[in-house]
């Protein structure tokens, strides 16, 4: 088409270079045009008027995808934030340097301190695929290949009010999922039968009190739900995190020493989960007794894999001081009956339900299908809860732009999507499209296209473009494919009928930043610069502004690069401080010239 042919080529600030690609598909990172090996560290050259960023490390860190390729991903930070405090009050920043020093003084020695979880950015590389040449879906980030990261460890823990050193109190479970990202720990808690907490509270083996996290009350997207952040744990605590040695707590104002505990355990399952429960027991004087169910599908068949855990149901025999675990049994039921049952001897548990029907995949996705475990015998006990989608508090978005395209466009629009997945099925989501060429005609749910011409569209949102919720909802296979970060949304306008914008839908980790829970981001794209860019790169951004006039910030960027070449996304996070604005009213001033430290320049 001529609009197609007339479309001006991707102009980023970014030093071009000659060097080729090794050949043979090494495994390495593209970054401005240059190829570097795995480990392989530079300082990255963003062109005119930057240069290069002398105090910016970038490092080729090894990875592998999917299928246990090894891969590369670009991860930089700023090392101005490994500088030591000086010991003068007029330090001065010479020429070169990337440290304040004290005048007429050697340079104090250099003490690494640890890297706060904001002021970073990450690139991710591409992953490579056997798709036509004209499709550029090859971005491609999985839930699987997120969790083989060495910076990045998945926890579990199920809370009760037992057993010892605790007495049971109450009949409250709380079911918690935690990541460890470098130095930062995020953790977000369910809970059932509990007040509104005051405090997360962990400690060692020993009770010692690490550390305790406020609870706000607009800090969670939903009820019965919190989430927090521990910064900068240290090396001796990620020691005992990892070796399953810390507890966690939840404080009420009714048990000051804590209502629920539960030891926190590395759980290899955990990232695959897309399904979950909390088990609670009918019987409200059955103190000190809950479980949790953590369900996920097979890939390509109808079969359902669930671990449970189980505290205070299964209880030693009167005979033996040892104790043998009564049998007991569990099965999946709708509300009127039915089900699989199932039975084993263990407070833990796995299985797989093979084959279920359409029927049952359905009450799965709408929160119909219940999880029940009791005991035989003549004490027979019970625990059971309603199985729904994944609940935490990462954040499912995505941003569109004409370079991750199937047919990569150039046209300056961007795109922001925000979605939420509630426990009935419902699908509810906010899209904004600024600077397209010409109208939007579709909005559509995705799959990766396998061949030219075969795009799979799951669901069409097209019709609920306005309103924002999709009421049919997706299918449970469409909820896990979701929730693995492993469908995409595209854009389809008037001139471009297989879409002027795409982006795959991902799950960022909670950051601390409320913004994120109440508001859309703000959208980035060429059409906004002054004088517009044709760009194929696109981004958004959340922020929000303290009482102390510190301006937190996240923004995700997509389709940096170009197409040929495979495309990078970026997201970068963190502070700022603000300086006061002039008394003119319509005064223009450049706040923050670049987001690499917590100073504005």
Request: aromatic content about 6%.
């Given at each position: 088409?001529?609009?197609?042919?007339?479309?001006?080529?991707?102009?980023?600030?970014?030093?071009?270079?000659?060097?080729?690609?090794?050949?043979g598909?090494?495994?390495?990172?593209?970054?401005?045009?240059?190829?570097?090996?795995?480990?392989?560290?530079?300082?990255?050259?963003?062109?005119?008027?930057?240069?290069?960023?002398?105090?910016?490390?970038c490092?080729?860190?090894?990875?592998?995808?999917?299928?246990?390729?090894?891969?590369?991903?670009?991860?930089?930070?700023?090392?101005?934030?490994?500088?030591?405090v000086?010991?003068?009050?007029?330090?001065?920043?010479?020429?070169?340097?990337?440290?304040?020093?004290?005048?007429k003084?050697?340079?104090?020695?250099?003490?690494?301190?640890?890297?706060?979880?904001?002021?970073?950015?990450?690139?991710?590389?591409?992953?490579?695929?056997?798709?036509?040449?004209?499709?550029?879906?090859?971005?491609?980030?999985?839930?699987?290949?997120?969790?083989?990261?060495?910076?990045?460890?998945?926890?579990?823990?199920?809370?009760?009010?037992?057993?010892?050193?605790?007495?049971?109190?109450?009949?409250?479970?709380?079911?918690?999922?935690?990541?460890?990202?470098?130095?930062?720990?995020?953790?977000?808690?369910?809970?059932?039968?509990?007040?509104?907490?005051?405090r997360?509270?962990?400690?060692?083996?020993?009770?010692?009190?690490?550390?305790?996290?406020?609870?706000?009350?607009?800090a969670?997207?939903?009820?019965?739900?919190l989430?927090?952040m521990?910064?900068?744990?240290?090396?001796?605590?990620?020691?005992?995190?990892?070796?399953?040695?810390?507890?966690?707590?939840?404080?009420?104002?009714?048990?000051?020493?804590?209502?629920?505990h539960?030891?926190?355990?590395?759980?290899?399952?955990?990232f695959?989960?897309?399904?979950?429960?909390i088990?609670?027991?009918?019987?409200?004087?059955?103190?000190?007794?809950?479980?949790?169910?953590?369900?996920?599908?097979?890939?390509?068949e109808?079969?359902?894999?669930?671990?449970?855990?189980?505290?205070?149901?299964?209880?030693?025999?009167?005979?033996?001081?040892?104790?043998?675990?009564?049998?007991?049994?569990?099965?999946?039921?709708?509300?009127?009956?039915?089900?699989?049952?199932?039975?084993?001897?263990?407070?833990?548990?796995?299985?797989?339900?093979?084959?279920?029907?359409?029927?049952?995949?359905?009450w799965?996705?709408?929160?119909?299908?219940?999880?029940?475990?009791?005991?035989?015998?003549?004490?027979?006990?019970?625990?059971?809860?309603?199985?729904?989608?994944?609940?935490?508090?990462?954040?499912?978005?995505?941003?569109?732009?004409?370079?991750?395209?199937?047919?990569?466009?150039?046209?300056?629009a961007?795109?922001?999507?925000?979605?939420?997945?509630?426990?009935?099925?419902?699908?509810?989501?906010?899209?904004?499209?600024?600077?397209?060429?010409?109208?939007?005609?579709?909005?559509?749910?995705?799959?990766?296209?396998?061949?030219?011409?075969?795009?799979?569209?799951?669901?069409?949102?097209?019709?609920?473009?306005?309103?924002?919720?999709?009421?049919a909802?997706?299918?449970?296979?469409?909820?896990?494919?979701?929730?693995?970060?492993?469908?995409?949304?595209?854009?389809?306008?008037?001139?471009?009928?297989?879409?002027?914008?795409?982006?795959?839908?991902?799950?960022?980790?909670?950051?601390?930043?409320?913004?994120?829970?109440?508001?859309?981001?703000?959208?980035?794209?060429?059409?906004?610069?002054?004088?517009?860019?044709?760009?194929?790169?696109?981004?958004?951004?959340?922020l929000?502004?303290?009482?102390?006039?510190?301006?937190?910030?996240?923004?995700?960027?997509?389709?940096?690069?170009?197409?040929?070449?495979?495309?990078?996304?970026?997201?970068?996070?963190?502070?700022?401080?603000?300086?006061?604005?002039?008394?003119?009213?319509?005064?223009?001033?450049?706040?923050?010239?670049?987001?690499?430290?917590?100073?504005?320049?």
């Open positions: 088409l001529p609009a197609r042919a007339a479309r001006p080529k991707l102009a980023l600030p970014i030093r071009p270079d000659t060097d080729p690609l090794p050949p598909g090494a495994a390495g990172c593209a970054f401005g045009g240059r190829f570097y090996a795995l480990e392989e560290t530079w300082h990255p050259d963003l062109g005119e008027p930057f240069g290069v960023m002398r105090c910016v490390i490092h080729c860190e090894p990875q592998r995808n999917r299928r246990g390729k090894p891969v590369g991903k670009v991860n930089c930070k700023n090392m101005k934030q490994d500088c030591p000086p010991a003068c009050p007029r330090a001065t920043l010479l020429p070169g340097h990337c440290c304040h020093t004290c005048p003084a050697l340079p104090a020695s250099p003490e690494k301190t640890p890297t706060p979880h904001f002021d970073t950015f990450e690139y991710f590389q591409d992953k490579e695929d056997d798709l036509d040449k004209p499709y550029n879906d090859r971005s491609y980030l999985s839930s699987e290949g997120l969790a083989r990261d060495d910076a990045r460890a998945e926890f579990v823990a199920l809370l009760t009010s037992g057993p010892e050193p605790w007495h049971p109190t109450s009949s409250a479970v709380a079911k918690a999922r935690l990541t460890l990202l470098r130095s930062c720990l995020l953790f977000s808690i369910s809970y059932e039968r509990l007040g509104r907490p005051s997360v509270r962990f400690s060692d083996p020993e009770g010692n009190v690490l550390f305790e996290h406020p609870v706000q009350k607009s969670a997207p939903e009820d019965g739900m989430c927090g521990w910064r900068t744990v240290s090396k001796a605590n990620i020691q005992l995190l990892r070796g399953e040695q810390l507890r966690v707590s939840l404080v009420t104002r009714a048990q000051p020493s804590g209502e629920v539960g030891h926190i355990l590395k759980h290899r399952a955990l695959a989960e897309t399904f979950g429960a088990l609670t027991s009918p019987d409200p004087t059955h103190l000190g007794a809950g479980g949790m169910a953590m369900l996920t599908l097979s890939d390509t109808s079969n359902l894999h669930f671990i449970l855990m189980a505290r205070g149901l299964l209880e030693p025999s009167a005979g033996g001081k040892g104790g043998t675990w009564a049998p007991h049994r569990a099965w999946q039921c709708p509300g009127w009956g039915g089900g699989t049952h199932t039975s084993w001897h263990d407070p833990d548990f796995a299985e797989v339900l093979g084959d279920l029907s359409a029927r049952e995949l359905q799965l996705v709408r929160g119909q299908l219940r999880i029940l475990a009791e005991t035989e015998g003549r004490h027979a006990r019970q625990l059971a809860g309603t199985i729904t989608t994944r609940r935490g508090c990462d954040t499912i978005q995505s941003v569109l732009c004409g370079a991750d395209a199937l047919l990569p466009a150039a046209t300056g961007v795109g922001s999507a925000k979605l939420a997945l509630h426990e009935n099925g419902t699908l509810e989501y906010q899209v904004q499209v600024v600077g397209t060429a010409s109208e939007v005609v579709s909005i559509t749910l995705e799959t990766k296209p396998r061949r030219k011409s075969k795009r799979n569209v799951l669901l069409d949102m097209t019709p609920n473009f306005k309103d924002g919720l999709v009421s909802g997706p299918s449970a296979r469409d909820a896990h494919m979701l929730l693995q970060n492993e469908l995409f949304l595209n854009v389809a306008t008037k001139d471009w009928a297989e879409g002027e914008l795409r982006g795959q839908v991902i799950s960022l980790p909670y950051s601390g930043l409320l913004a994120r829970f109440t508001e859309m981001p703000v959208a980035l794209a060429g059409q906004l610069v002054s004088p517009p860019v044709a760009s194929g790169a696109g981004g958004h951004a959340w929000s502004l303290d009482e102390h006039c510190h301006l937190h910030y996240e923004i995700s960027v997509a389709g940096l690069g170009r197409p040929a070449e495979g495309t990078v996304s970026a997201h970068l996070h963190g502070v700022a401080e603000l300086g006061e604005l002039g008394t003119r009213p319509h005064q223009h001033k450049r706040l923050l010239k670049g987001f690499y430290s917590t100073e504005v320049r």
